[in-house]
């Protein structure tokens, strides 16, 4: 806003005699010619005060518009920020709902995080029966682990008492085949001879009976 110029009026009064002084012509004319070199100076003086008085006029109302602009540039601003305001008081809100939701999550987090705490417990005391019973598993896989070289060892020697007793058996069973072939062979000398005797003893029955006379 420019700088208003304050007016600075001069008035210079017309001198008039004294009362009671008497005029001459010449005094008369002179002092007139002074009062109009005065109406003179006040009329200029007053036309540099109206002019300086319009020029305010003028910057007043350049300031008034310029004030009005500027009042409606701060209205539209304070608009905008109310709109502006407004926007983030909503979205305030709504982070402030979100973070009620995560704390209500956090909670139910929290929850399950201790279900699983006492799962995972649970699991761990389960592992540590498990290496218990693995570990007595083991002991008996060690016990029967010699058990097994036991009975491995005893079928060995069975399965050698097996071969010797088969190797026996084949013996047996060679010889068993040679007496059967002897006992054929001496069955059949003996059915031979026994029909031989009997022929024999018919012959000599029937010799001796012709001998007899009979």
Do not use: C
């Not at 402030?96 to 956090?106: G, P």
């Amino acid at each position: 806003m420019n700088t208003i110029k304050y007016v600075v009026l001069l008035v210079i009064l017309f001198t008039w005699p004294a009362h009671g002084q008497l005029l001459t012509a010449a005094t008369g004319l002179e002092k007139i010619r002074t009062n109009m070199d005065i109406a003179i100076k006040n009329k200029d003086s007053f036309d540099q005060s109206m002019l300086l008085i319009n020029n305010n006029i003028t910057e007043i109302k350049k300031a008034k518009d310029s004030t009005s602009d500027q009042k409606k540039l701060i209205y539209e601003e304070i608009v905008k920020n109310s709109n502006a305001l407004k926007k983030v008081l909503k979205q305030e809100r709504a982070i402030t709902d979100l973070i009620s939701k995560e704390n209500d999550n956090l909670i139910v987090e929290a929850k399950q995080i201790e279900q699983l705490q006492s799962l995972i417990n649970q699991i761990k005391a389960n592992q540590e029966l498990r290496t218990q019973i693995i570990a007595d598993y083991q002991n008996q896989l060690t016990t029967y682990e010699a058990h097994k070289k036991s009975w491995k060892e005893r079928e060995e020697k069975l399965r050698q008492q097996e071969t010797t007793s088969i190797q026996s058996l084949r013996g047996i069973a060679s010889d068993e085949e040679t007496w059967i072939n002897k006992k054929k062979n001496y069955k059949n000398e003996l059915d031979r001879w026994t029909a031989e005797a009997s022929k024999q003893q018919k012959i000599h029955n029937t010799f001796k009976g012709l001998s007899e006379g009979r």
